[in-house]
């Protein structure tokens, strides 16, 4: 079965300073990828997808996630922190060509950004 | 606008009560979901529908029963609740074309068993 791992329950950085969330896969076919974002009692927003294609993919709020088929991950990274960045970041596969469609998350990992 | 409703936000019970969660789309989506997300806040699947059909049941007890009465209401009705049954239940959907469709949550339920 589809398994992703988040690396880091949480992760503290400064405001200003890089942004760096870990995820790693386990299938042996890359699955669909997504990172989501959740803020305090409100539900999961889409951050950004890779499909296919650039390895390289670019969200909202400046995020951006690369797929390395070669470690199994797809990282997570802003170059500049905000406060406005603190939430919890899940991390989601979809399995490809099955017709399954439920997403496999991660157990999370929550952002704290210091002033 | 809201793309994915849930209702109720809160809903506190007593151990043994039924109780049920609505949710409804306004995507015009044709797969909806219903996500666990744990204490911990660990997300898990539960069930999933396409046009109205169940197509994925999670080793979920019998106690929860989906029902789908058009492509854009999945309702999720809860029998016997227990204490284990606490968590945040996140309705979502997506369009079924492909498993690359990005899912669009509701804001969850947050159940509370006493």
């Known amino acids: 079965a589809q398994s992703v791992t988040q690396l880091g329950s949480h992760v503290s950085v400064s405001e200003g300073a890089l942004v760096l969330l870990r995820c790693n896969y386990s299938?042996?076919?890359?699955?669909?990828l997504f990172w989501y974002v959740q803020y305090p009692n409100q539900g999961l927003q889409l951050l950004l997808k890779?499909?296919?294609?650039?390895?390289l993919v670019k969200g909202i709020n400046g995020f951006e996630a690369e797929f390395k088929k070669s470690e199994t991950s797809f990282h997570l990274t802003k170059p500049s922190a905000h406060m406005s960045d603190a939430a919890e970041y899940f991390c989601?596969?979809?399995?490809?060509?099955?017709?399954?469609?439920?997403?496999?998350f991660g157990s999370g990992t929550r952002l704290q950004v210091q002033p | 606008d809201t793309a994915v409703s849930q209702t109720p936000k809160y809903l506190v019970t007593q151990m043994g009560n039924d109780k049920s969660i609505k949710c409804e789309q306004n995507?015009?989506?044709?797969?909806m979901y219903w996500y666990k997300q744990d204490s911990k806040k660990f997300l898990k699947i539960m069930f999933s529908?396409?046009?109205?059909?169940?197509?994925i049941n999670e080793t979920v007890p019998n106690r929860f029963s989906p029902k789908s009465p058009d492509k854009a209401h999945l309702n999720l009705h809860i029998n016997s609740l227990e204490l284990g049954d606490s968590a945040v239940y996140f309705c979502?959907?997506?369009?079924?074309?492909?498993?690359?469709?990005?899912?669009?949550f509701g804001d969850g339920t947050r159940l509370s068993i006493l």
């Open positions: 979502a959907s997506s369009q079924a074309s492909h498993e690359n469709q990005p899912q669009h």
């Open positions: 299938s042996s076919v890359p699955p669909y």
């Open positions: 890779y499909t296919t294609g650039a390895t």
């Open positions: 989601a596969v979809s399995d490809r060509d099955t017709g399954r469609r439920a997403l496999t």
């Open positions: 995507l015009g989506h044709d797969t």
């Open positions: 529908y396409n046009n109205k059909e169940l197509i």
